[in-house]
Structures are given as structure tokens and as C-alpha cells.
């Protein structure tokens, strides 16, 4: 049976443009945390080295594993939408330590032996899956010391806890539903407190100057223990 998430992300894709060439700097891959260009913080934050790592849920069109894996690290990126992982095989074809898997975050947490030295989410599974299943498979598949980071859309004020998000389809279609889990960062700090995680920082990233207002929400723990 087709997973009903997979036909509303497969719908997503067909409607999103490809990352750009160059970013503004003229770099041909580039970490971006946020939904605006060249803006927020790069791929320093998960504390990687050359050789490292690192998992990708909810990779999308593969910009961020593929910047990852140019910088050394093993990179790996799992996505429910076919649609999405084919762009990602066209636009960087010649990646080398990049792999894509089609895979559901929770059930790849699950079945994977491998561990990571960081794993994290931009827009992804973590704003997707309920965090009470997500969190500890995550922890089980970090290091001791590994880096969990992740970006999405602060929530709109009142709207917490699982919410629906609706992805247009055609004129004569209804859209397709996902659910998504919106909280406020103090909330998101004292979740991941309770689930063991250290060194836990949750704010909103303020937007680039001009007319827009909605930042981006960024959360950054680390697993307990060290490396």
C-alpha cells in the first residue's frame, strides 16, 4: 500500500524549483538552515570533521547531504518522496560519499545498525513525525556526544502540539494532508531535556532584513556522553 505521505511529498516536489547553481557567494554547494537564501548559519553548527557520519531525514533535493559530503563526511539522506530523491540524483550526479535511501525516519532509525555523528532535519522529519517516537531512535543512533539539530517554521501563536499541513494538488483534486508537530522553543527545550539530550539551545532565527516576519525556528542538542 502506498504511503499516503509519500503522494503529498511526490506533489510537493513537482511544484519546487531545483537549488540554485551558485549561491551568493559563487559556491556550487552550501549548507542553508533556513527558507531564505544565503542567510542563517552553515553546517559548522553540527561540529563534523572529514570522515564523519552524518544523516540527513527528510533530505529532500539533497543540497545539504550533498554539501556535507564534499566537505568529507559520509552523508547520507533518507526521503519519503521518490520525486524528491530523483531531483536529487540529477542535480548532483557526481557526489561522491553521498547516499539516498527512500526511506520513512522512523523506520530507518529503527532497522539502520549504523551510528552517526550527527543527524539532522531542515524543514524535514522532525517537524513531520511525532517527536515522542522520533527523539529517542534518534538518540539510539547518535554517538556519544553526536550533534541532533533541526530547522522549520516557528508555530503560529496558540496553534502547538500536531497540526495539519495541506499541499495543494490539482484544480479539481483536495489537497493532500500532513500532519506536522509545532512548539514553542522553551517547549522544545525541555522536551529534549526530558529524553536525556545536553547542551540544548532552541530559539528563532530572525528573518533578513526587508518586509518579511516569520524567522526560523532552530534547535541544537547533543546526546549524552562523549566522544
Known amino acids: 500500500m502506498t504511503d499516503p505521505r509519500s503522494t503529498a511529498w511526490d506533489t510537493y516536489a513537482q511544484g519546487k524549483p531545483q537549488r540554485r547553481t551558485t549561491n551568493a ?48 563526511m559520509t552523508s547520507v539522506g533518507i526521503d519519503l518522496s521518490a520525486e524528491q530523491l530523483a531531483k536529487a540524483r540529477e542535480r548532483w550526479p557526481g557526489v561522491n560519499g553521498m547516499q539516498l535511501h527512500r526511506a520513512d525516519a522512523l523506520t530507518h532509525l529503527a532497522d539502520t545498525p549504523t551510528t552517526f555523528d550527527a543527524v539532522y532535519s531542515v524543514f524535514g522529519a522532525a517537524w513531520f513525525t511525532d517527536p515522542g ?64 539530550y545536553v547542551e540544548v539551545s532552541a530559539s528563532v532565527i530572525a528573518p533578513p532584513p526587508g518586509s518579511r516576519r516569520t524567522g526560523t525556528l532552530f534547535v541544537r542538542c547533543v546526546s549524552p556522553g562523549s566522544r
Open 25 to 72: 557567494k559563487g559556491e556550487t554547494t552550501w549548507f542553508n538552515w533556513t527558507q531564505y537564501p544565503d542567510h542563517g548559519p552553515g553546517a559548522d553548527v553540527l561540529g563534523l570533521a572529514p570522515g564523519d557520519r552524518v544523516l540527513d531525514l527528510g533530505c529532500g533535493s539533497g543540497g545539504n547531504a550533498a554539501h556535507l559530503a564534499t566537505l568529507g
Open 133 to 196: 517516537l522520533l527523539l529517542p531512535l534518534v538518540q539510539a543512533r547518535l554517538k556519544p556526544g553526536g550533534v541532533l539539530a533541526f530547522s522549520q517554521r516557528p508555530p503560529i501563536d496558540g496553534c502547538y502540539g500536531c497540526q495539519a499541513s495541506y499541499i495543494p494538488r490539482g484544480p479539481d483534486e483536495d489537497p493532500a494532508v500532513v500532519k506536522r508537530w509545532d512548539y514553542e522553543p522553551d517547549v522544545w527545550g525541555l522536551t529534549l531535556k526530558e529524553f536525556g
